[in-house]
Each structure stands twice: as C-alpha cells, then as structure tokens.
C-alpha cells in the first residue's frame, strides 16, 4: 500500500519532497513553468499544514544546454506558493543540512539540482540507492519523505528510490492522480484508442505492441515520424527527403519491426496522406497517388487522415495520445497535432501523455481533456504496463 498525504501530520515535520520540475531553460531563465504548477496543490497543502520543505529535484543532464541549477526554480515557486520558498545552493552536504534544520514551519528550500552529483545520474537497487551520498547526507535532516515526481518515477536514482529505505515516506497529489488515471487504464470506457505520434519510434513500436497483446487498445492510429515509418514498412514511396529523415534519425531497423507489428495486428491504422513543404506552403499528397514527386519531408498528417482518424477517435470511449501528429512548432504542419486533438475532447474519456505532447497542448490552446499527464516515459512506461521504480519504493 503507498501512503499519501492523507496518512501524514506534517505540522512541524521536515519533509523531504521530491518534485520534477525538469523543464525548458533558456539562458538561465526558465522558458516553461507547467511542471512547477504542477506540484503547487502538493507543496501549498504540505506547507499549509506547518510542515518544513525540503525541496528535491533534477535539471537536464549531465552536458546538456539545460543543465542548469535550480534558482530560477526556486524564485517562480516563491511566486507561485503563498509561502516563502527559497533556494540553496548544496543538496546533501552540512549547508544543505543546516539549511533544512534552520526551516520554519510553513517555510520551504529548493536544493541544488540532484544531478550535479555522478550518483544521481545512475540507477541503483533500492537498498544500494539508500547508501549513496546524496541519501546518506541528507536523510539525517529529514523526518519524512514524498515522492510527488511522477514524470521521472521511471528511473531508478537515487533521489527517486533511496529514501523509502531510510524514511517513513508518502505520494503527493500528482503521483496519486497519475497512478489513479493511467495505472486503472483497463477500466477505462471502450472502444478504447491509441493515438501514436512524436518521434521515439522504437517506444511507440514498443507502446503498440504492448497494448494490443494485452488486449488495452481496439484500435492504434499512426501520425508523426511512428506514421512515417508504417508507411514506408507497407512500402510507400514517400521520397528521399523523408526516408533520409528516418535514416539520419537512426530509425532505419525500426521499419522491420513496423512491418512485422503491422503483420501481426490489422488494429493498427496508417496514415491516408501526409504533408510537406512546398514553395513554402502546406502541400498535401495522397498515399494512393504514390509514387509521386515529393523532394521534401513528411511533416504532418493530411486532411484525409484528419477526417478518418477525427472520426474513429470523437466516437472512442478512451483516447490515449503520445506524442504529436506532426511538426506542430511550425504553424503549417500543426493541422494534424491541432485535428487530432481536437477531436479528442469529444470522445467520452481523453488522457494525453508526453513532455512534447503537453507542451503541443499549451501551444496550440487546447483544452478540455481529462488528464493532461505531466510524464512522458513514465507515463509510457505504465500505460505499457510496466512498473515504475520510484512507485514500488513508496511500495
Ligand atoms: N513528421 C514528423 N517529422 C519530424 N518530426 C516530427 C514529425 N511529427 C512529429 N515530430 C516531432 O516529434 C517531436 C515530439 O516527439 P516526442 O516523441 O518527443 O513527443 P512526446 O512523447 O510528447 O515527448 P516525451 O516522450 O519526450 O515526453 C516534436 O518536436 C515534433 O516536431
Ligand atoms: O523530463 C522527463 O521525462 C523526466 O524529468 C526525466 O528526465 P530524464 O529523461 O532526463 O531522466
């Protein structure tokens, strides 16, 4: 069983609440806060009930243009939270841990970024994730530990998976709700559908095959560079500019396991038309009418596939969609992401899932679904039915 907050009384109690806020940062500044609002609910009812915060959380990674420290972080939850949030710039050693002692009720402090330190970066067993540096040095300022991020409960780090083995420890708000949406997905109403886009075509190979053998999806759509490579595994000449796309992406081996899953399930659709850039605009050219001259790439799906796919999904009883069904970032190849999606606020029930997919959502002004996930392989992960680490260690 996982205790939530519920089972806590965080009067006084330093809480150690790891939270994922890895979000997009441009020069230092934070260019997107939705994971931070994100675990307002958790943090403002911790802090509400006179508990001490300690804050814990990951930026990017190692060498990545967004591996950044957690300042920006702390100022916009300062703005966000009716109590003081501050920051520090250490996460486990006696500055960290004098910083903790030195909290006030109803006061929290946002540790320096996890990942700055190697450990954090590796996946460890539990109990081995317990004796790392980073759990060992600050355990001893903590009473309690809550683990509200679900959109990095799929790594095994030591920050995600140490503690349990040392503290009393607790979900927060979006851990519960995520695991109450997406962990009760066989319950959900049907006809149940899978929509599949994005780039990470191995993963959604992966997604498709899982839930069609588990007998979770009806029917799986395919948009995004995952259509793309159905198409050219059933054979169609989508030209030199997208294949090199698939090549260059490294997804080459992916069309034989396309083609062996489009064998297996006649569940799963394919795109009717795609579209790409011509003399600067959306052109649109028919799966049908192939071969055709088409010297740029595939950046959308086309309006066909809107109106069938549109269809399937309005009358779906669950719609799942990861990832979006094209290029949305440039306005003309966002028809199919903004299509798609909108018919999914008038199936019955509609779960969107995926770190680009929200951001698709945000940018394009959608509204209406049920859940908007704040995880993408998390989400992934559980929708394919796999266990999450960091949810078995509050296990
Ligand atoms: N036809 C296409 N050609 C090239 N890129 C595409 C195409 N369709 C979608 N994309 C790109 O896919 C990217 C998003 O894919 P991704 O699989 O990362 O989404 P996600 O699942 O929501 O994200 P994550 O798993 O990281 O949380 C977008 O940047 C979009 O431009
Ligand atoms: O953005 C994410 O998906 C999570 O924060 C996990 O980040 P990671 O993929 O760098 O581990």
């Known amino acids: 069983m996982i205790r939530t907050l ?30 931070l609002r994100a675990h307002v609910d ?10 001490r915060v300690a804050i814990l959380a990951h930026q990017g990674r190692p060498g990545g243009d967004d591996f950044a420290r957690l300042a920006a972080h702390a100022d916009r939850l ?45 996946e460890f067993e539990p109990e081995r994730a317990a004796d790392t540096h980073l759990v060992r040095g600050l355990a001893p300022a903590l009473d309690v530990y809550l683990n509200d991020a679900f959109a990095a409960a799929h790594r095994s780090q030591p920050s995600l998976v140490g503690f349990p083995t040392r503290l009393p420890s607790y979900a927060g708000r979006v851990m519960e709700r995520e695991l109450d949406v997406l962990g009760a997905i066989e319950e959900t109403p049907t006809p149940r559908v899978y929509v599949l886009g994005g780039a ?26 995952i259509g793309n490579v159905c198409l050219l595994a059933g054979g169609a000449e989508l030209g030199d500019a997208t294949a090199e796309f698939v090549y260059d ?48 790439p595939a950046m959308d799906v086309g309006s066909r596939t809107i109106a069938t796919y549109g269809e399937i999904i309005e009358n779906a009883g669950t719609v799942i969609l990861n990832g979006p069904a094209g290029v949305f970032e440039e306005e003309p190849f966002a028809e199919g992401t903004r299509g798609l999606y909108e018919a999914a606020t008038r199936a019955e029930q509609s779960i969107v899932g995926g770190g680009d997919t929200a951001a698709a959502v945000r940018q394009l002004g959608l509204d209406g679904f049920d859940h908007i996930s704040t995880g993408g392989g998390a989400a992934l992960t559980l929708l394919t039915g796999d266990a999450l680490p960091a949810v078995e260690a509050l296990r």
Do not use: Q
């Open 6 to 35: 519920d089972d806590l009384d965080a009067e006084g109690v330093a809480v150690g609440v790891r939270i994922d806020i890895n979000s997009p940062v441009s020069g230092g500044e934070l260019a997107d806060d939705a994971r």
């Open 42 to 51: 958790t943090l403002a009812e911790l802090l509400d009930c006179g508990a």
């Open 78 to 122: 300062d703005e966000l939270l009716d109590h003081p949030v501050d920051y520090c710039d250490a996460t486990f050693s006696s500055a960290a841990r004098d910083r903790v002692a030195a909290l006030d009720v109803g006061e929290a402090v946002v540790l320096e970024n996890t990942r700055f330190y190697a450990e954090e970066y590796m």
């Open 200 to 225: 990470k075509v191995g993963d959604s190979i992966g997604v498709a095959r899982s839930v069609l053998e588990r007998d979770l999806a009806d029917t799986v759509l395919t948009a995004g560079v």
């Open 249 to 296: 992406a490294g997804y080459w081996d992916e069309i034989d396991r396309a083609g062996d899953l489009l064998d297996a399930h006649d569940e799963i659709a394919v795109p009717e038309d795609v579209a790409v850039e011509r003399d600067g605009d959306r052109h649109e050219v028919a799966v049908a009418d192939l071969p055709a001259e088409i010297d740029a």
